[in-house]
């Protein structure tokens, strides 16, 4: 790995915009914030909304309604205490921090300095930061801009992911050459790599672990859930699907894996435990909210917390102008 140094800058300002002719379409990432009442999704435009969960209402609307592409990929996620939330944006920032007590935002990536676009960030749990992948690099910044370290994969591929140990020992890389990777915190020396589909193609890969961090699963985007060990990163189950994304629920127990039209729940040792069959048939994430039900998208541009053992819609979150 190569470390290269950027630049930063301080502060920005936010626009509010919302109105009944911008209505955002397709739901990319969802994130909640249990302990604040919060829910937020990013947008294929790049709008990011966010709302009260108890009452569904819109809290904060950040970023202009649209169809178009993004440089980054649309991704939003609250800091483990819930207090900021993160998100990449166009124009002249990559990735945003909202202080939503205080109200006031920092830009912790200029987009001037993006080579490539955002495609995946991470909070840490332990301390005021977050990894960012750019193109093959990987950064640990602070929510305040400042750059600690950035690494650089020797690979031709792009990642697609990078997520924490729960330990923060060390983190985990997909590429979208579909190998995954394990890398120290400190040191920045590779543990573990696997392949995870040897066929010449590319396509993005999810992974995740658990909360307490003794499993590890990863999706190669419309082809395959995968089961891995841990310490090697080899599939130890391979599930073939048309599956975009998942999530490990708060136990760890189970997977919710989304795979048009429907919502696949797996049990931790990949049977599958039963379908939760929706009306909607794009692609789009899924979240556990709680043990009991899970956030995800829906047809009409709006988030759905369903029931996790039923098809029962519990309550929706419209986006402005819906």
């Known amino acids: ?20 002719a911008d209505v955002p379409r397709n739901v990319i990432a969802i994130d909640y914030a249990k302990g604040k009442g919060l829910v937020a999704a990013a947008y294929q435009g ?28 649309p991704l939003v996620h609250f800091s483990p205490d819930g207090r900021r939330v993160a998100f990449t944006a166009e124009g002249e920032a990559g990735l945003m921090v909202y202080d939503l007590d205080a109200g006031t935002s920092t830009v912790v990536v200029p987009s001037r300095l993006l080579y490539r676009g955002i495609t995946a960030f991470s909070w840490s749990r332990l301390q005021n930061s977050m990894l960012v992948a750019i193109g093959r690099d990987i950064l640990l910044i602070t929510s305040a801009g400042h750059i600690k370290w950035q690494r650089r ?37 590779v543990t573990a790599t696997a392949v995870l589909d040897t066929a010449a193609h590319s396509a993005p890969v999810k992974v995740g672990w658990t909360n307490e961090g003794f499993s590890l699963a990863a999706v190669v985007e419309g082809e395959k859930l995968a089961l891995l060990d841990p310490e090697s990163l080899k599939p130890d189950k391979s599930i073939p699907c048309k599956c975009t994304g998942f999530d490990w629920s708060p136990a760890g ?38 043990e009991g039900h899970i956030l995800a998208a829906f047809s009409d541009s709006s988030v759905v917390l369903r029931d996790a053992r039923s098809p029962k819609v519990i309550k929706t979150f419209a986006p402005p102008g819906s």
Do not use: C
Request: charged letters at 20%; aromatic letters at 10%.
């Open 253 to 290: 127990k189970e997977l919710a894996v989304w795979a048009p039209p429907n919502i696949a729940v797996f049990t931790a040792s990949g049977q599958r435990a039963r379908e939760i069959h929706t009306p909607f048939e794009g692609a789009g994430p899924v979240l556990w909210a709680d």
């Open 153 to 189: 994969l020797e690979t031709r591929a792009i990642i697609s992911d990078v997520v924490w140990h729960p330990s923060e020992k060390f983190y985990t890389v997909a590429t979208d050459d579909t190998t995954v990777s394990s890398w120290e915190t400190v040191a920045g020396q």
């Open 1 to 20: 790995m190569k470390r290269v140094l950027l630049a930063t800058v301080a502060a920005f300002s936010l626009s509010l915009h919302a109105g009944a």
């Open 46 to 73: 790049g709008q990011v909304v966010v709302w009260d969960f108890a009452t569904g209402s819109v809290k904060k609307v950040f970023g202009a309604a649209g169809a178009g592409t993004t440089r980054n990929k």
